[in-house]
Structures are given as structure tokens and as C-alpha cells.
């Protein structure tokens, strides 16, 4: 999961920041957002989306570089998966084709399907824990 050395060692480890920036920032927004509205920062929540889309950003330069599996590319595609469950009406993938067709192709490892969420309650837009299943295994 940890390339030994030298060029693809380093790229593994800023993938890996990258894909925990989609994560933290995006986990920081959320959270604002279910403040109470009284108390909610508009400005900051817009803000740490701001650091989503630069991590985003960056990844699409060098979405057509990725190859094989590391740590840093099972960070990518989870923060990219969190990014879809917990800001569902972010339009991510319409300006980033190189990191969708990545994604997308990706995504489809059974290492990932067996881990998504398979069932959700989807009037609060997948904004809270609202699946009934987790892992898939589990509830077979």
C-alpha cells in the first residue's frame, strides 16, 4: 500500500493528503451545516467547500497518472465517495472528467462496493447516518 521510495512514494503520500482534505473540509462544512441557523457560518462553510474543490482541483491534473492500487489512491476514491454520500448536490464530476472516468472505473472494486453504504434514507439528501446497512456482509 506504501510504494518503498522515490517519486511514486511521495505521489502516494499527496494523493493521500489530498483525498483526507476532501474529508476534513468536507466533514468541517457539513458540520456547519447542521449547526442551528442562528449560529451557522455561511462564509465558513463556503470556505472549507472552496478547499474541496482545490483538492479537487489538483487531482484532476493528475487523475490520468494514477495507476494500480496505494494508500494514497484508497483515499482519493473514499474521500470521493464521502464527497457523493454527504454532499450529494455537489456537481464534482461535471468539470473534472479525467478524476470521474478514474472514479468511476475505481469505485466499481469490490473492495469499495462491499464497503459502501447499500441502503439509505434519502429525505435528508445522505446529510446524516441514515443507512440501514453497513457493511453489505454484515447484513446478509
Known sequence: MFPASGDTHCAALRWQTL????????????????????????????????????CLDALELEASTFDGMNIGLIAICSGLGFLEFRHPDHTWRATRPNLTAWCSQT????SFKNTEPWEWIPEDGGRMNTWTGWPREAAS
Open 19 to 54: 483525498g483526507d482534505g476532501i474529508v476534513d473540509a468536507g466533514g468541517d462544512a457539513l458540520r456547519e451545516e447542521r449547526r442551528v441557523e442562528h449560529e451557522r457560518s455561511p462564509r465558513w462553510i463556503v470556505r472549507q467547500m472552496g478547499t474541496v474543490d482545490r
Open 107 to 110: 469505485s466499481r472494486r469490490s
